[in-house]
C-alpha cells in the first residue's frame, strides 16, 4: 500500500493545486476511507473562496463523500473495515453540548464542517468523525449516493420535516441542483407538486421529474398561479436570492410555510401584509443529522429517486468545480477516484 494519496487542495483561495499527502492513521473516534466518489457542491465555494471563519489554508474541499472504511481508531463502534460510507458537510456532533444533549444533533455547538474545517473528499483518502457518518445501501452506487450526502440529505429533510401532509400542494422553486431532488422527493412523499423555473424550456423537466404543475415565473406571477392551485402549503427555495422567496411567498395559503435551503447573499424582504394577515411563516433549514442521512438514502432506494449528475476524474476538480459554479452542470459534478489518466 502506497505511503501517500493523492489530493487536490486549495492553497489560497481560488488556487487549486493537485498534490500527494501522507497517509494518516484515525485518531480516537474516526475512521479512515479510501474514497471511491465525492460530488461537487456550491457550498464547496467556502472553501474555495475562504468564506467561512475558522478555515485555514491550505484545504481539501469536497463534502459529499463515499468511500470503504480501511482503518479503525480507537472507541468507535458500530463501524467496521470494508463498510461502505459516507461522510456529509456536517463533520459529526460531539454528543455532549446542550443541543446534542437535547436531541438537536444538526446544531451541535463544535460540529465542524467537511472540507472547511478540516480536509474533505477532493482525495483519495480522508479522515472522518465516526459520529459523522452515514450508511450506504448495497443497490446504491458510490457516485449516485455521493450528491445525495448534501443536496439530497437538505431537500428530503426540509420536506419530511415540513408541516404538509399527502395531498397537500407543495411549491419547489428552482429545478437545479437542489430542486431537481426536490421535486422528485415531494411527488415520492404524496404531495402535489407544483415546480417554478424561469423559462418554458423547463416545463418538460418538470413533468418528467414528477411535478403536477409548472409554473414559468418568466411569463406570470408565481405567487397568484399558486394561488389559483388553492394556496401551497410549503414551498421549498431551492434558488438562492432574496427576490425569489418575496416573489412567491404571498402564494402560500394561510399557515402556509416557505423553507429556504438555497444560500445566497442577497437579503431576504417579504411583505408585513403577506406575513402577518394570513400567519404565514419563513424558515431556513440546514441539511440534516446523519439519520435523517441513512433515511434519505434509504427512502431513494425504495422510491427511485436519483440525481442527475456528470462525472469528472478527481485531477480535473478544479475545471469541475468551474463548471458547477457556472452553472453549467446538469446538475451534479461528481468526482471519481480512478487512476490518473495516461498511468
Known amino acids: 500500500m502506497s505511503a501517500t494519496y493523492r489530493a487536490v487542495e486549495v492553497r489560497r483561495p481560488k488556487e487549486f493545486a493537485e498534490v500527494r499527502k501522507p497517509i494518516q492513521n484515525p485518531g480516537p473516534n474516526e475512521v479512515r476511507i479510501r474514497v471511491e466518489a465525492c460530488g461537487v457542491c456550491h457550498s464547496d465555494s467556502a472553501t474555495v473562496e475562504g ?38 458537510f456536517l463533520a459529526g456532533y460531539c454528543g455532549y453540548c446542550g443541543f446534542c444533549r437535547s436531541g438537536d444533533l444538526v446544531n451541535c455547538r463544535n460540529q465542524e464542517y467537511t472540507g472547511v474545517h478540516h480536509d474533505g473528499g477532493y482525495a483519495e483518502v480522508m479522515i472522518a468523525k465516526a459520529s459523522g457518518l452515514v450508511a450506504i ?26 408541516p404538509a401532509k399527502a395531498g397537500d400542494l407543495v411549491a419547489v422553486l428552482g429545478i437545479g441542483g437542489l430542486g431537481h431532488l426536490g421535486v422528485q422527493y415531494a411527488r415520492h412523499m404524496g404531495f402535489e407538486v407544483a ?6 424550456d ?5 413533468k418528467k421529474l414528477g411535478a403536477h404543475h409548472f ?8 405567487a397568484a398561479a399558486l394561488q389559483k392551485l388553492g394556496g401551497a402549503k410549503v414551498i421549498l427555495i431551492t434558488a438562492s436570492g432574496g ?9 402560500l395559503c394561510p399557515r402556509g410555510v416557505s423553507i429556504v435551503v438555497g444560500v445566497g447573499a442577497e437579503p431576504i424582504e417579504v411583505s408585513g401584509m403577506d406575513l402577518i394577515f394570513a400567519s404565514r411563516e419563513l424558515n431556513g433549514a440546514l441539511t440534516g443529522d446523519p439519520a435523517t442521512g441513512d433515511a434519505t438514502l434509504r427512502f431513494s432506494v425504495l422510491s427511485k429517486v436519483s440525481p442527475m449528475i456528470e462525472t469528472a476524474p478527481l485531477e480535473e476538480a478544479a475545471a469541475a468545480y468551474a463548471k458547477m459554479m457556472a452553472g453549467e452542470a446538469r ?3 461528481v468526482l471519481t477516484m480512478g ?5
Open 137 to 162: 445501501p448495497n443497490d446504491l452506487s458510490s457516485m449516485d449516493a455521493a450528491p445525495l450526502l448534501c443536496a439530497g440529505l437538505t431537500t428530503f429533510s426540509a420536506l419530511r420535516n415540513a
Open 243 to 251: 427576490k425569489a422567496v418575496a416573489e412567491t411567498f404571498g402564494g
Open 331 to 333: 446538475f451534479r459534478m
Open 51 to 88: 468564506l467561512l471563519p475558522g478555515l485555514t489554508f491550505p484545504r481539501v474541499p469536497g463534502h459529499e463523500v463515499v468511500g470503504r472504511i480501511d482503518a479503525l481508531g480507537s472507541s468507535v463502534r458500530g463501524w467496521k473495515v470494508g463498510q461502505r460510507v459516507g461522510v456529509g
Open 202 to 206: 423547463k416545463a418538460e423537466l418538470a
Open 215 to 222: 409554473i414559468d415565473s418568466a411569463a406570470s406571477d408565481p
Open 339 to 343: 487512476s490518473p489518466r495516461g498511468k
Open 195 to 200: 415546480a417554478i423555473a424561469r423559462g418554458a
